[in-house]
């Protein structure tokens, strides 16, 4: 009775294995319908986004530690943050809507840049922080 | 916040500024439509450390033709349309820290470029500008096209100190002034159809441009706050220069090669 009852449990874990282990056609179809990544990361293109944003005339560029008098962050503090907090902060909340379509800032350059353009910026700022040097060969 | 009341106290004491960046006579004017034009003296040095092991008998040629150079290119001022700043009031002379505005900005700035040679670490400030002279440099980097680069010079990043291999200086010129507007804040270019820029950074490059728009980014630099143009004169903020030499030089993932009894 025992045996029987081990056999049994045994052949259920067996097919259980067989039909877990069976590639399922369908979600390959959804695999091969998706897209694939395109966006490259290429700091040149990332610094003059930033340039164009004039990041740099309100984030100033101290030493980590030293402080705007206004309470603005830095850009270290920046460099420092979260990436998706990052994303929060720079194109949604902090900026008080200066760079939207009715804001004082006028031309909205910070609503029409694209997904990878924002992910660029995001890399350019944190990369601020890594020891990425420029080189020249 | 320590560099700026260190600056003040220094205008206070009527004792002469110093660093890297030393501007003087700035003055504002406003067209009304939109238009910054900004005047000043600038005063931009570059220290030169020798960390050779073997000296770098063609040091002092290389210094001034790379101090010609970084005069030459930024001659004439610079032009940045778009920028987002502070808004100002020029009846006040006051940035204001509650309003924005979206300005054209003229850059008349004069520049007049040191490049000097020091020989003790004890002569370096916190604000100063070094570009320090290695025997050699091991670190490789991977271009976008995918190719493995050696490095004639190294800069970590605006603001940083910067690096060149004295051999590699020697068989191009331009090296010094390459490495030092890294440190002014411009990037490498690696797009083929750019040879013709001083910031092309591949083996290929055919020419020694920096663009309007370059010019535009190293002035805004220099400016870094432009509430800075109120005050008639200042220096660059520290940048922990001899800190950051020490570090990025003894970060063994570059793979500098140097004197190390030169750097005490």
Partial sequence: MASNTIRISLNSILLLLVFACQNNSRNNKILSNQSIDTCQYYRYDAHQIVSNLGCQNCHLLLIPGDKDDRGWATFSDLVTMDSLKLIDFVFTKKHKGWYSKTGTFKTPRMDTLSECQIKSVIRYIKDQGRDIPMSNQ | ?264
Avoid: C
Wanted: avoid cysteine; glycine fraction near 8%.
């Fill in chain 2, 1 to 264: 916040m320590i560099s700026t009341l260190r600056m003040r106290f220094a205008i206070l004491q009527s004792q002469p500024l110093t660093g890297g960046i030393v501007a003087r006579n700035l003055r504002i004017t406003d067209n009304g439509s939109g238009e910054l034009s900004l005047y000043g003296d600038f005063t931009i040095t570059l220290k030169v450390l020798d960390l050779t092991t073997s000296g770098a008998p063609n040091l002092n040629s290389l210094m001034t033709f790379t101090q010609q150079v970084i005069s030459s290119k930024l001659r004439g001022g610079g032009y940045k349309s778009g920028v987002s700043i502070l808004k100002y009031n020029a009846a006040k002379r006051v940035f204001d820290n509650h309003k924005t505005w979206t300005y054209s900005i003229r850059y008349n700035f004069n520049f007049t470029v040191n490049v000097i040679q020091i020989n003790m670490l004890g002569q370096l400030n916190g604000n100063d500008f070094v570009l320090a002279v290695v025997d050699s440099i091991g670190h490789q980097f991977t271009d976008k096209y995918g190719r493995r680069q050696d490095s004639a010079g190294l800069t970590q990043r605006a603001s940083w100190p910067a690096t060149v291999s004295y051999n590699n200086w020697l068989k191009d010129k331009y090296l010094g002034a390459h490495e030092f507007f890294h440190t002014l804040n411009l990037p490498d270019i690696e797009d083929t159809t750019k040879k013709n820029k001083l910031m092309y950074h591949l083996g290929d490059n055919i020419g020694r441009e920096i663009s309007e728009t370059e010019k535009g980014d190293i002035m805004q630099y220099m400016l870094g706050d432009i509430r800075e143009m109120t005050k008639g004169s200042y220096s660059n903020a520290n940048n922990n220069t001899l800190y950051r030499l020490r570090i990025f030089l003894n970060n063994p993932i570059y793979g500098f090669k140097y004197n190390k009894n030169k750097f005490k």
